[in-house]
């Protein structure tokens, strides 16, 4: 009888990889030439240094906050939206690279959860719309920050507007966050203010520096984009700790995770595009808004452009030699951008629809020549089926996705646990897939 179960799981393989109309639609509503747009004008306001003006109507953040408060009010008035306006505005006392007591304003839009059950969840997206130049206290010079992050910054006013009139189970956060240059410092106090209030972040995705194709060396790559997420995460209880040493899920923690599903919905919904599922946190010695949400325990991640131009990043606008430096309109790829922001936006649409994932997944079968799992199913009538996830211990990616009934017990056999990872999702009738969870308890 198991080996039948098996039999018919192997026979559904690749049914999960089919694309949903309405995601479909959503996708192709994003529009490159509304994120050229948007950085442009994010652009023209000369710097929007974290320190800079912030009463000049054209210059500095001020501007910028007003603008990109006025895009986003824009879009709860559109017909059918469901957003709701965000603000997230504190002043930010002395601290490193804060000489003195600064007013950060992050702004962006709400798109509400309909599920009752799952009022507290939610996905949060990010971009980062301060800017800087050579000198990271410099808030006078030209500091255009069109790639850095002004590709961020068009994708959530994108996203944002292409899924206005979702009704997602759970809640999605599309921000515009400040103070990342200085230290990140938008993106914590969002990332402690959403702790305070209780919200469980499902996933959360810093999109930072993703719309140039010309790396330095030359070398031009408009078709791969890379996701970095911690493997052992930021914040561990020690019963946490005890399980991740006993099971090694170094590389498959719950950031890990969401990075491999952005991956998986990105590349099932976006032509000729190659997300690279790094094995890093972010980049050598480098970081972004989704270390902030690790900090507080939530899972996170960061999209980048495959290749990255350091004569464009964090440099005053200038030519020496003939050489040009700067973070100029010139060098920001709107399709390529777009193309990102639709992998996004595949991944959000899907997860947001998706049913409550299983609880409390248990790994049996020690010492025996069969696994044993079993879980708990949630209270929520949307499951239709579930997707176990599974590769052999030494492979980094999931080696096989097999769909299975509805069901809270499996034996796999001849399989032996130790060779072996194991993960859960679920999934609804249109195909909307939970991300997968592995496995929380042994016996
Ligand atoms: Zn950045």
């Known amino acids: 009888m198991r080996a039948l179960i098996c039999l018919a799981l192997a026979s559904a393989l690749g049914a999960q990889e089919t694309r949903t109309p309405r995601v479909e639609h959503l996708v192709a509503a994003v529009d490159p030439a509304r994120m050229e747009a948007t950085v442009a004008k994010l652009v023209s306001f000369g710097t929007r240094h974290t320190l800079s003006d912030q ?77 800087r130049a050579t000198d990271v206290m410099d808030a006078v010079s030209d500091a255009p920050g069109a790639d850095d992050d002004g590709s961020g910054t068009a994708m959530m006013l994108e996203l944002a507007r292409v899924m206005a009139a979702e009704k997602p189970a759970v809640t999605v956060y599309f921000v515009s966050v400040s103070g990342e240059e200085q230290g990140l410092y938008g993106s914590t106090h969002l990332a402690k203010r959403l702790k305070a209030e209780g919200v469980e972040v499902l996933a959360m995705m810093s999109v930072d520096i993703a719309g140039n194709t010309e790396g330095s060396n030359g070398v031009k790559d408009n078709v791969t984009a890379r996701i970095w997420s911690e493997g052992v995460p930021a914040v561990e209880t020690p019963a946490e700790r005890r399980l991740r040493l006993a099971l090694g899920t170094e590389n498959d923690g719950r950031s890990r995770e969401w990075a491999r599903y952005l991956k998986r919905l990105g590349e099932r919904y976006v032509e000729n595009l190659d997300l690279l599922v790094m094995l890093r946190r972010d980049r050598i010695a480098r970081g972004s808004d989704h270390m902030s949400f690790t900090a507080e325990g939530y899972p996170a991640a960061c999209l980048r452009e495959a290749q990255e131009n350091y004569d464009r990043q964090h440099q005053n606008v200038r030519t020496v030699a003939g050489r040009a430096y700067g973070d100029d309109l010139a060098h920001f790829d709107a399709p390529y951008a777009a193309k990102l922001a639709r992998a996004l936006c595949a991944a959000v649409a899907t997860l947001a629809a998706a049913p409550a994932p299983v609880r409390d997944l248990t790994l ?14 949630p209270a929520d009538p949307r499951v239709k089926g579930l997707l176990l996830f599974r590769r052999r211990a030494d492979g980094v990616a999931w080696q096989r996705i097999e769909r299975l009934p509805v069901t809270d017990h499996l034996v796999i056999p001849d399989v032996v646990p130790d060779s072996n990872v194991y993960a859960l999702a679920t999934v609804d009738a249109e195909g909307n897939e939970s991300l997968p969870v592995g496995p929380t308890h042994l016996e």
């Open 55 to 131: 009463t000049s109507p054209t210059r500095g953040i001020g501007a910028a906050q007003r603008w990109l408060t006025g895009q986003f009010q824009g879009m709860v008035q559109l017909r059918g939206s469901r957003l709701r306006y965000f603000e997230d505005r504190f002043t930010q006392p002395i601290a490193p690279r804060i000489p003195a007591p600064v007013v950060i304003t992050n702004v962006g839009a709400v798109l509400p959860g309909t599920d009752p059950a799952r009022a507290k969840e939610a996905i949060v997206l990010t971009g980062h719309y301060d800017s």
């Open 364 to 377: 049996g079968g020690a010492v025996s020549p069969d696994t044993k799992l079993r879980w708990t199913l």
